[in-house]
């Protein structure tokens, strides 16, 4: 069974950075797509970023376009999400999620699998 663990999560102030980490574990991680989404209070979970199984081709919401970058890196089976110039709005619960049927996915629908969280915040 597939388990993702995520990590990497904490309080900063508006405009500094985190790294935020999956580890994947009990699949073969190079065949899956993998996704970051995320969830604030009272709100619906969005897509934040995903990229395909070969890394290749990636997307990002607009609020993650030129801040956020999401890479792989199949010898270790991690996914990461670097978040820079961190706002208040982005404040919310990230999801790391892995889609075992398709190259690239960008509806949380598609994804079959899904870490427990990690919270970040970020002050004004």
């Known amino acids: 069974q597939v388990r993702l663990v995520e990590s990497g999560g904490g309080l900063v102030q508006t405009g500094e950075s985190l790294r935020l980490s999956c580890k994947f574990s009990g699949g073969t991680f190079s065949l899956h797509a993998m996704g970051w989404f995320r969830q604030a209070p009272g709100q619906e979970r969005e897509i934040v970023a995903s990229?395909?199984?070969?890394?290749?081709?990636?997307f990002y919401s607009d609020s993650a376009k030129g801040r956020f970058t999401i890479s792989k890196d199949n010898g270790k089976s991690m996914v990461y999400l670097q978040m820079n110039s961190l706002k208040p709005e982005d404040t919310a619960i990230y999801y790391c999620?892995?889609?075992?049927?398709?190259?690239?996915?960008?509806?949380?629908?598609?994804?079959?699998?899904w870490g427990q969280g990690t919270q970040v915040t970020v002050s004004s």
């Open positions: 999620a892995a889609d075992k049927d398709s190259m690239f996915a960008t509806l949380a629908d598609r994804y079959d699998y």
């Open positions: 990229i395909s199984w070969s890394g290749e081709q990636t």
